[in-house]
């Protein structure tokens, strides 16, 4: 199983949010370049950057800190956050980065989703976010009637590289991941599941780790 730490960006630093509200945010660092390279020296095979500004205003907002960081380290990096047309999926691509993770424009237009998939093969993600089991877009200012499972199995037939699951409940309190979710969603589908949210120890990880996912 692959440990993918995780870098989440908003205004050019490196932050967390509590369960993902936009007002209730922690800085933790004003350089996310020298983050990234922490991460990389302790090991980390592979990054996961957050555009949350992205994600709340529909369009990515931290390009520049991400090239930076791309130039700055070796390991692959995934990038998520206001990736809603296919120019801007390309940009990203042709940044350098391994691939990237969709969301919002996946809930109206799983066709869209299926084209990127094709036209990319290996480099196109969905990241499902849940509150209580439903899916929440738009930087999880919003929640859908998808229920979060039943659309993982939609998605499937788009044949992303990898689906990266979101417990918003449990995001940004260190309190541990929603295991129970976890087993329901991971089962639901045969791609390859990331699980994200919640994870605050090496105990989290050990139990994480006997549900066949891929990070």
């Known amino acids: 199983m692959l440990i993918i730490p995780a870098i989440d960006l908003k205004n050019g630093k490196c932050v967390r949010l509590t369960q993902g509200e936009k007002d209730a945010e922690t800085v933790f660092s004003d350089d996310p ?6 991460w990389e020296d302790q090991g980390a095979e592979y990054l996961h950057i957050v555009d949350l500004d ?41 940044l350098g980065v391994d691939r990237v993770i969709v969301g919002t424009r996946a809930i109206d237009s799983p066709s869209w989703v299926h084209e990127l998939c094709a036209a990319f093969p290996g480099r196109i993600a969905v990241g499902i976010d849940a509150k209580n089991g439903k899916v929440a877009v738009k930087g999880w200012t919003s929640v859908c009637e998808w229920d979060a499972v039943a659309f993982a199995r939609e998605m499937e037939k788009t044949a992303p590289c990898a689906m990266i699951f979101t417990d918003i409940s449990k995001d940004g309190m260190l309190q541990g991941p929603n295991i129970a979710s976890l087993k329901e969603f991971s089962a639901a589908v045969t791609t390859p599941v990331i699980a994200s949210g919640g994870i605050s120890s090496l105990k989290d990880i050990e139990t994480l780790s006997r549900l066949s996912l891929a990070g």
Do not use: H
């Not at 370049?33 to 922490?38: D, H, I, L, N, Q």
């Not at 692959?76 to 390309?90: A, D, K, M, N, Q």
């Open 33 to 38: 370049v020298e983050v990234a390279r922490s």
């Open 54 to 94: 992205g994600a709340f205003e529909g369009a990515p907002r931290n390009l520049a800190v991400v090239e930076r960081i791309l130039q700055q380290i070796k390991i692959p990096v995934e990038f998520g956050g206001g990736l809603r047309t296919t120019r801007s999926v390309e940009t990203l691509l042709n």
